[in-house]
């Protein structure tokens, strides 16, 4: 089986790289010359354990080669992002719909186009089988269809990728067979049948479930700081109920799929839709919930920001809540940012980020930030305050102030 697969980034690498180790040719196709040419020399950019080794293995047993163009394939598997239009939530199909076109010459009878990258309900029966008719092909007969949803967690994907269960939402009966067909080549989970439209909004509110629950702790976090209540002591208690799994507040939601899949749904039914957008806006307040606590521990000075990728362990910052954080900051105060994932330019050493700061902020929960090195942080600062957002530092020694979720209030007194 030969799979072309357009974007290769976060989801359409390490779907390259299992394809290629089920010992299917790959080509894989990326408007990044740069990321082309070292993809085909094995480089690869993005931060996920074992991709690396997959496609150096791959490239060398020319099974794997990236690509500028597409070529002909059995299968295509379109792995592009869809943002959401500023003005409205819709989700922005303009990749997808690139995507698609791009594969049109290439398109034989018989071929299946998969849809990967999430996107709003009814997408794939409205707007992208219409592209498919217009060059000639009748969908089911002559062309396969189908929208089937990624469901991996960063950091976690090429284990995922296999052994989740995966939705194959055919535009047809047909459809889905013939794509069930690819990810038979390496998914060891269960392979569930269904429409388009159903895979597009399961996908959308699997999201959307965990937006809105995190958005319910951060309304915890929220009323706890005004009333006077540790919200942490109270997630720990009310989760050990056998049906009650309250998350973890946060200084808000990043990532591309949380911060932006639930648009999706709201776009669709906006005066319908009300928790779901309800859940975005306080997610999105987050951020300023932070400065004004920020705010209160120190009016002024130099802060130490630890962490900005949107989730531990990963070197990815796509809408992390930090950005807007540190922006909201920066008038008033002086900011030094330390992230071990991630290579700025303007990101320092931690030991330079320390430096006479009066505040550590830390807003990611890498594994480096877990077990502080407190001699260091008495040595460069004069009095240490931690305020930790992400709730991953329980006990400091003596001498060293710690704000978490648990006690805001103590700032209102
Ligand atoms: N977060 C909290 N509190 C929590 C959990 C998470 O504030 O209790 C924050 C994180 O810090 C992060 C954001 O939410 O900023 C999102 O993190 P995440 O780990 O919940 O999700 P993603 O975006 O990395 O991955 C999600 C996953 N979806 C679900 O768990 C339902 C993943 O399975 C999907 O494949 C992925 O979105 C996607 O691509 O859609």
Redesign the pocket.
Known sequence: MKVCIIGQGY?GLPTAALFSRSHCEVIGVDVNKEIVDNLNKGIIHIEEPGIAKIIKKSVKKNIYKASLTPEKADVFIITVPTPYVIDNYSCDLSYVINGCKSIVPFLEKGNTVIIES?VAPMSTDEVIKPIFEKAGFTIGEDLYLAHCP?????GKILE?LVHNDRIIGGVTPECSLKASEAYRQFVEGNIMLTEAKIAELS?CM??T??DV??AL??ELAKICAEIGVNALDVIKMANKHPRVNL????P????????I?PYFIYSKAPETAKIIKLARDTNNSMPDFVCEYVKKIIPAGKIAVLGVS???NTGDDRE??AYEIISKLENDYEIAIHDPHLKRDNFVSLSEALENADLILILC?HNEFKHPDYELISKKMSNPIIFDT?DIIYKVPKGITLYNYGNLYELNK
């Open positions: 989801i999430t990624e469901r991996v967690l960063p995922e996908k699997e999201n479930f965990r629950n995190i702790a951060n998350h973890s507040p946060g808000g939601v990043g990532g591309h799929c949380l911060a899949d949107y989730k531990g992390s809540p929960d992400k």
